[in-house]
């Protein structure tokens, strides 16, 4: 039959449109914005950037690496590194951003930046009512206007925020029970250290080096009497040069009588 289609089009038509006066179910109609559908946890519009705890400034994840700045396809992200740093949710220093702006009217909301956040700091934001009057400062949003809370990404994205969550808790044990280690093998060591070797004695405690023996002082008396025997000790024989030999000289006549006269002088003398 000639327009058996349209037929059955108005019937459906007609069918839903008397059954939505008493059927919610048929009632498709969202009168917004008073009345909102929820949205899916897989929504996304526009980056936001997580802090911890209740102070957005002092619980910021972000350490200002500007890997997301380097890595935005339409280079809507500006960041400016800090001059000093905070601890980070491990406890390690970090620096921080000192401005961290990004243009909504230039973001594609094509979510690279939260794929390449090493810091879970930066995640995708599922609100959309962002229109204002002012075309330019009012859609570069700061970094206090971004700042939102570890709660709120558990509100909007339950299951990966939980998934986050349980990554840094592990990564963040990880460290506790590394430095609790080497705390615990240093002082180890500083405990057995005195026990394997010698006992560490002070300075003050220990005794001075044996000194060598310092000659005795001479006296006057002493060094006459050295000069004295040294005088009277007869003198070592010199070599006698053209003889070949190194022996003493021989005796001549007149050197034996020399010798002979005092001896028979003293035999003269008369005795005491």
């Known amino acids: 039959m000639l327009g058996d289609g349209i037929l059955k089009g108005l019937a459906e038509t007609a069918k839903n449109f008397a059954g ?28 936001f ?26 280079k809507c992200i500006y960041i400016e590194k800090s001059k000093d740093k905070k601890p980070d ?44 009057d002012d075309r330019f400062d009012g859609l570069l949003l700061d970094r206090k206007q971004l700042a939102r809370s570890n709660e709120y990404y558990h509100q909007i994205h339950p299951t990966e925020a939980s998934e986050v969550d349980a990554r ?10 590394k430095a609790k280690a080497a705390a615990e093998a240093a002082a180890a060591k500083a405990v057995t250290a005195p026990a394997t070797g010698a006992p560490a004695v002070p300075d003050a405690a220990k005794p001075a080096a044996q000194a060598e023996p310092k000659p005795a002082p001479t006296t ?26 190194d022996g003493p000289a021989p005796m001549t006549t007149e050197d034996r009588k020399n010798a002979e006269t005092p001896a028979k002088t003293n035999e003269g003398e008369p005795k005491a």
């Open 20 to 47: 939505s006066f008493v059927s919610k179910e048929r009632m498709t109609t969202v009168e917004y914005p008073e009345e909102r559908l929820p949205l899916p946890e897989a929504a996304r519009n526009f980056p």
């Open 89 to 132: 949710y491990v406890g390690k220093p970090q620096i921080y951003p000192a401005k961290f702006d990004i243009d909504i009217s230039v973001c594609m909301s094509c979510q690279i930046c939260v794929e390449v956040c090493p810091f879970e700091a930066i995640k995708m934001n599922t609100e959309f009512e962002l229109a204002t």
């Open 168 to 177: 840094l808790a592990e990564e963040k044990a990880k460290v506790e029970a």
């Open 220 to 245: 006057k008396a002493a060094e006459v009497a050295k000069a004295s025997a040294m005088a009277t000790a007869p003198a070592a024989p010199k070599p006698v040069p053209g003889t070949g030999t």
């Open 49 to 74: 950037l997580v802090y911890d705890g209740d102070d957005w400034e002092k619980g910021l994840r972000c350490v200002a690496c500007q890997i997301c700045e380097k890595e935005c396809p339409p």
